[in-house]
């Protein structure tokens, strides 16, 4: 996905000379290909998130459209006065990109955890948030967050997450995407997971049950539409992400679903229970044993039946 994110940068930048990127001394072998082209717009500020943001604000508030990059907990946890204060309240066109989601970095500990960004983020006002599942959704998210005046969070994973489209989907802000079809269940999935997603459901299929696979990308503005929708059209909705329980896709999914007629709704998330989380893990074992991987994900299908 961070390839796909600086390409699509880089080609928005060499058409508009108003896009600046900012670093907090992070992105090695990863940036370089727009700092090479566009020097004059590129700044590492240095290990200084809260200045990051800062600096990103005034450059906005100038007429520039400022990427800031970092990996996750320390783009979104560490400076989240300033995001809110002077990116959010001034409605600043400031473009968050928080690098590492959920376990990527989960055998360097807790510390590296990205995984309450989203509850976190999606609190605050005017700020879309996204997290695309595949190379292709960062891609057209990043040019997507843009071309939109405002502040926005884009969330990454860091490397090698496989391709799921074999064609652009349509990407329209605030919507989601089908990717397989189904009738037994609907599962919803954001970010990097979506792939063990798609998994279990193909595994599902051996055992004669069909589950739709959706992505969604845009956590805000969210899809309630959507999920409306399938209420109605299918018998149960699970949730899936890389991310704490509370506050991101699972907790605004069941808080539309309490107000239609809704099926069976399960949802699969990162506990909050303390012995789960300082663990240094790899991010599939963290994956297996927060039941995030495809066998956990078809576990909670075959409870469906």
């Given at each position: ?5 600086v ?37 590492n500020?240095?290990?200084a ?50 690098v ?9 500990g ?8 989203l ?15 595949d190379?292709l ?43 397989r ?19 279990a ?16 990308p ?22 899936v ?27 699969i ?8 989380r ?13 039941g ?14």
């Open positions: 996905m961070r390839t796909a994110f390409e699509a940068l880089c080609q928005v930048a060499e058409a508009d000379p108003s896009v600046w990127l900012l670093t907090a001394d992070l992105g090695y072998s990863v940036l370089e290909p727009f700092a090479e082209r566009f020097a004059d717009r590129y700044v500020v240095g290990v998130e809260q200045n990051t943001i800062g600096v990103a604000a005034g450059l906005a508030l100038s007429g520039k459209t400022v990427v800031v990059y970092s990996i996750v907990n320390f783009a979104t946890l560490r400076c989240f006065e300033q995001i809110r204060n002077d990116v959010c309240y001034q409605r600043a066109n400031v473009k968050i990109v928080g590492g989601a959920g376990y990527t970095y989960g055998a360097q807790y510390t590296h955890h990205g995984i309450e960004d509850s976190v983020i999606a609190t605050l006002p005017e700020i879309d948030v996204i997290a695309p599942g190379p959704e960062a891609r057209l998210a990043t040019r997507a967050m843009l071309a939109r005046q405002g502040p926005c969070y884009l969330r990454l994973g860091k490397a090698g997450e496989p391709l799921l489209h074999s064609d652009d989907p349509n990407f329209d802000r605030g919507r989601m995407i089908a990717l079809p189904g009738k037994d269940a609907l599962i919803v999935a954001t970010g990097g997971i979506l792939a063990q997603a798609l998994e459901a193909e595994k599902w299929s051996t055992q004669g049950k069909e589950a739709a696979v959706w992505s969604a845009w956590l805000r503005p969210f899809d309630g539409d959507a999920i409306v929708r399938a209420a109605t059209e299918f018998p149960a909705i699970l949730t992400e890389e991310a704490v329980e509370t506050g991101g896709l699972g907790a605004v999914t069941a808080r539309i679903l309490a107000q239609t007629p809704n099926p069976r709704a399960l949802h998330g990162v506990s909050i229970s303390p012995e789960l300082p663990a240094s893990l790899s991010q599939e074992t963290h994956r297996a044993r927060e995030l991987d495809a066998n956990g994900i078809l576990a909670r299908l075959q409870r469906l039946d």
